[in-house]
């Protein structure tokens, strides 16, 4: 389980975030959304040590990790993967060499080993087949399932998606979208996803966390959001242009 404890985070005079609690279930697939800039990112961010809370604690399996130094969150960063909006593939290496190569850093297997292991991860989002081509052969959707291959490399309990559909083409968002679901399923990793993609939260979702001004509006399922009568909610998850929202 991951929790967030009264976080706060502010850069110069703007709070970005307000003393946000949120727990994180094992085994399940948490969306967390929000309008652009409402702090999503932010939040798990401070899970993996990229930014330090001003306020609050962060706990991983009820282990203290708000302030850890740089080296203690080598195993965190084990523990909980991360996946970027951008794929930040190497055009230069296969499909297979991208994957293998952070096995062979982190994990010291030989060329041999580290391959054989490489093409285990592919075969989890069926990419295995054209590991030996290159990222410019494959589309958005493409690039990204082999993305989360490589984020698998080290076997994590978490995964954190930050915005895995945005600027992808529909087809591809709903490839990605199988893609965590089939994880989720299949090896029961815990997926945490930043996101505005309605088709996403509404597809895929377990629960879903939403974000406004700095702070948790709703935690709930996504019959909880259907039948919210927050009017911020329904202004957002209807995506209507006239409401109460401040953007």
């Known amino acids: 389980m991951i929790e967030f404890k009264g976080i706060w985070k502010a850069f110069g005079d703007k709070e970005v975030l307000r003393g946000v609690d949120l727990a994180v279930q094992t085994g399940q697939i948490l969306f967390i959304i929000g309008s652009s800039g409402a702090g999503k990112s932010v939040l798990v961010k401070h899970l993996v040590g990229l930014l330090r809370a001003d306020k609050g604690q962060i706990f991983l399996d009820g282990r203290d990790v708000t302030n850890l130094r740089e080296h203690e969150f080598y195993e965190v960063r084990k523990r909980c993967a991360m996946v970027f909006q951008n794929s930040t593939l190497f055009d230069s290496m296969t499909l297979l060499e991208n994957v293998a190569l952070p096995i062979r850093k982190h994990l010291k297997c030989s060329p041999k080993e580290s391959a054989r292991l490489a093409m285990q991860r592919l075969a989890l ?20 399932k082999v993305a989360i291959a490589r984020a698998l490399t080290l076997d994590p309990e978490y995964i954190i998606f930050d915005e895995p559909t945005t600027g992808v083409d529909p087809i591809s968002a709903r490839i990605v979208d199988n893609v965590i679901l089939e994880l989720s399923r299949r090896t029961g990793v815990t997926s945490v996803v930043i996101s505005h993609d309605l088709r996403s939260i509404f597809g895929i979702a377990d629960r879903i966390a939403f974000l406004y001004k700095g702070q948790l509006r709703l935690d709930g399922t996504r019959d909880d959001f259907r039948q919210s009568d927050d009017p911020v909610v329904r202004q957002f998850i209807g995506g209507f242009a006239d409401g109460p929202m401040e953007v």
Do not use: C, I, L
Request: proline share 5%.
């Open 125 to 144: 989002v069926e990419m295995d087949r054209v590991a030996d081509r290159y990222p410019a052969e494959f589309g958005d959707g493409m690039r990204k």
